[in-house]
């Protein structure tokens, strides 16, 4: 399971800097978001993947926090989903913004036979 979240957490954060690198705007905008659900991953892992354990103290298993799950990462990341969602949406405001004022969606205004 670790190795699987592992693996996945390294494919997810190599494609969005391999898309950060892109000359065109949208595919920075999927690389930004690729690397955001990396680190969410990577902080919901942080958080010990425990199944079937409470988040919240019960009496009758006392107070050991080895038996519960630690519930600040799930908030943190449901946190991090909703700001990367806004911020998405905002990009990609820019971006359509941007693209009807020069007429291309490259990052630095040149055209594709440029490069």
């Known amino acids: 399971m670790e190795f ?3 693996l996945a957490i390294g494919v997810l954060a190599g494609s969005g800097v391999w898309l950060l690198l892109r000359p065109r705007t ?6 930004l978001s690729l690397l955001s659900y ?3 991953l990577f902080i ?3 958080g010990r993947i425990k199944l079937n354990a409470p988040p919240v103290i019960q009496a009758e298993l006392g107070s050991d926090p080895s038996l ?6 799930q ?3 449901l946190t991090a989903i ?3 969602f806004a911020t998405t949406a905002l990009f990609l405001v820019v971006m359509l913004a941007n693209r009807g004022l020069s007429g291309t969606d490259h990052v630095d ?3 594709e036979s440029d490069y």
């Open 4 to 6: 699987v979240l592992a």
């Open 26 to 31: 949208f595919q920075v905008i999927m690389g």
């Open 38 to 40: 990396a680190v969410n």
């Open 44 to 46: 919901f892992g942080m």
């Open 68 to 73: 519960y799950t630690d519930p600040l990462p």
């Open 75 to 77: 908030a943190l990341v």
């Open 82 to 84: 909703v700001i990367g």
């Open 109 to 111: 205004g040149r055209e």
